[in-house]
């Protein structure tokens, strides 16, 4: 029913004059046909996620006193699987979306990293904020049907890009500005204290 749906949608394509009107309906509709898409295929992929992984555990410590401010009690929701086996690709209308060699993978509270626990790392942390950005994405749309379907009407706006996709550009804005905020953070704990005395 779905390939025949999107035949279809596709032909319209052919049909329909460069009007912007139109295009910009047809634009809609067809990123709808991917959302419906990601609704179905993103479940897919966190049930296979969750059978071919262990069970999470929650943040430590440290890490949710530094992701709290921004994420609240979502820190307490999430839970992490570290050295997790990572999913290549979901498929899509016309083909997959590929992954490729993803360092993490969020299915709402449920994050995948692909490396081992490293406690203190703050690269892991800067992902781990990513992650988290897709956790609380996630959570605020109403959990992972809704989930996959924006975030495959994104990837279909996107120019079916994963670096385009609204969800990611976020995402990575927010890795961006924690990682500075990290950083900051080092640079205040290393200064010397300045010594009063003579």
Same mark, same amino acid.
């Given at each position: 029913?779905?390939?025949?749906?999107?035949?279809?949608? @596709?032909?319209?394509? #052919?049909?329909?004059?460069?009007? &912007?009107?139109?295009?910009? @309906?047809?634009?809609? $509709?067809?990123?709808? +046909?991917?959302? /419906?898409?990601?609704? +179905?295929? =993103?479940?897919?992929?966190?049930?296979?996620?969750?059978?071919?992984?262990?069970?999470?555990?929650?943040?430590? /410590?440290?890490?949710?006193?530094?992701?709290?401010?921004? *994420?609240?009690? #979502?820190?307490?929701?999430?839970?992490? +699987?570290?050295? $997790?086996?990572? @999913?290549?690709?979901?498929?899509?209308?016309?083909?997959?979306?590929?992954?490729?060699?993803?360092?993490?993978?969020? =299915? !709402?509270?449920?994050?995948?990293?692909?490396?081992?626990?490293?406690?203190?790392?703050?690269?892991?942390?800067?992902?781990?904020?990513?992650?988290?950005?897709? $956790?609380?994405? !996630?959570?605020?749309?109403?959990?992972?049907? %809704?989930?996959?379907?924006?975030? *495959?009407?994104?990837? =279909?706006?996107?120019?079916?890009? =994963? /670096?385009?996709?609204?969800?990611?550009?976020? &995402?990575? %804005? *927010?890795? $961006?500005? *924690?990682?500075?905020? #990290?950083?900051?953070?080092?640079?205040?704990?290393? %200064?010397?204290?300045?010594?009063?005395?003579?």
């Amino acid at each position: 029913m779905r390939k025949i749906f999107l035949i279809t949608a @596709l032909g319209l394509a #052919l049909a329909i004059p460069a009007h &912007a009107q139109f295009r910009e @309906l047809f634009n809609n $509709a067809v990123g709808d +046909v991917w959302g /419906e898409a990601g609704r +179905v295929g =993103y479940r897919e992929a966190a049930d296979w996620m969750g059978k071919r992984n262990k069970a999470g555990i929650a943040l430590d /410590e440290t890490r949710k006193k530094l992701l709290r401010p921004t *994420f609240k009690g #979502l820190v307490d929701r999430v839970h992490v +699987v570290y050295g $997790a086996t990572m @999913l290549e690709e979901i498929p899509a209308p016309g083909g997959s979306i590929l992954l490729g060699d993803s360092l993490g993978q969020t =299915y !709402c509270g449920s994050i995948y990293i692909k490396g081992r626990y490293k406690a203190g790392d703050d690269s892991q942390l800067a992902l781990l904020a990513h992650e988290m950005t897709h $956790a609380w994405q !996630c959570e605020d749309f109403g959990g992972l049907e %809704k989930f996959g379907f924006h975030y *495959f009407r994104e990837y =279909y706006r996107g120019g079916r890009s =994963y /670096e385009d996709n609204k969800l990611e550009v976020d &995402a990575y %804005k *927010f890795q $961006a500005k *924690f990682e500075k905020k #990290l950083l900051k953070r080092k640079k205040a704990s290393t %200064k010397k204290p300045v010594s009063t005395r003579r």
